[in-house]
């Protein structure tokens, strides 16, 4: 950050380097508002009104660079109470009629799946199935794959089962490859609507072989099961999924509390997926990008109202300061990596407390310790230890780099 935006010298501070970020929760700081000015402070804080938003901030019309945006790997849906991240938060952006809502957080289990060994493997339930992350697997799609609860639905159905005359296997006769599917596995058919529903949603990974014909339950629904699911049809609406994941979920009592949204992590829209558009009229001054090395945009503006004011967007790794609502420069960042809560950005308003030209860090996250000498331009906004500082250690700007601090 430059040293002339919001600075006034004092003397320098001795005495004990203070770490950046503490090693204490940051669960604190998500309650917004002004923290409270320490009477230690020995350089004249000017008052700086500082927004770290957790979120996209959404502008419109020329591409950004590709340094510059890159979208969310985790997002908490707000409906479900829960969070999606990775190759997890992929597949169900892909398919997320056939997953349905998530109902766990993700979390390691010992699992056998598609021939291999009984490992500890990353695991999520949604409504409608599990999916299982298996990263030993050389088809790169197939690293994530669907747990056998049909097979589990169709086990504990067995009883309601038998009073069917269900065939035991399936023949396409002269049906078209296009209506109808026989799988030498199970000595089962998908046909019509189910073939259709099985087609479009990567069945063979996904849903897995048939288990049974389709046929007519007690409820009304054309039924059939599945590997890894159950589908269901009834006149007027679409093939769907039987919320399997759901009913194994609550019989084997597994943790499906909806839980509040973490820090840093933004609540899911799917624009958080579309590349920001700057229009070249908001490109200040002068139609030319703004001096920097960083965001090309005007920015969301001041989100405070105050004189001098900095705002960073977590999502977009980026920082724009204004002053007299006009923007004085901006620039790309690097925000905490959020591996931990210790390291992770906290957001809200919070005003510039304190600020030394350099100063030396240290502390301990992860039972690691570090120390990091002469850390220039130096200004904390909270009492935890969270500052925005310079760095000379890394030019990574626009990717999570810190313990949490802001690099601009």
Known sequence: MSPQFGWEEGPALQGAPVPCPSGMSRRTVL?????????????????????????????????????????????????????????????????????????????????????????????????????????????????????????????????ELSKYSLPKSGSCGTLSSSTCKAFDDTKHTVRNGFLEYWNEHDGARLIGSPLTEEFLSSDGYTTQYFQKMVLRWKAGLAVSPRPVGSESAAIQKLPTEKIAQPNAIPVYAESLFVEPRIDPSDVI??????????????????????????????????????????????????????????????????????????????????????????????MYFDNLGNALHGTYWHENFGIPMSHGCVNP
């Open 31 to 159: 309650q917004k508002g002004v923290p409270v000015r320490p009477a230690s402070i020995r350089v004249r804080a000017v008052a700086v009104a500082l927004a770290i938003a957790g979120l996209l901030l959404g502008v419109v019309a020329a591409p950004l660079s590709a340094q510059q945006w890159s979208p969310p790997r985790t997002v908490w849906v707000e409906d479900a109470g829960h969070t999606i991240d990775g190759y997890f938060l992929d597949l169900w952006r892909e398919h997320p009629e056939l997953l349905g809502q998530p109902i766990t957080e993700e979390w390691e289990s010992p699992i056998a799946i598609g021939g291999f060994e009984r490992a500890d493997r990353y695991v999520q339930y949604f409504e409608h199935l599990a999916i299982v992350y298996v990263p030993e697997e050389s088809r790169i799609e197939w690293q994530v794959q669907t747990l056998p609860l049909g097979q589990e639905a169709y086990e504990r159905d067995a009883t």
């Open 285 to 378: 001054p002068g139609g030319e990008p703004v001096q920097g090395v960083g965001a090309m945009d005007a920015g969301p503006g001041p989100q405070q109202g105050a004189i001098k004011e900095i705002v960073i967007s977590v999502g977009r790794q980026s920082l724009w300061a204004y002053e007299n609502s006009k923007l004085v420069t901006a620039t790309l960042v690097s925000t905490g990596t959020a591996e931990v809560i210790e390291t992770t950005t906290p957001v809200g308003h919070y005003t510039v407390l304190t600020k030394y030209p350099k100063q030396t860090m240290q502390g301990v996250i992860n039972n690691e310790a570090y120390k990091v000498e002469d850390v220039p331009w130096v």
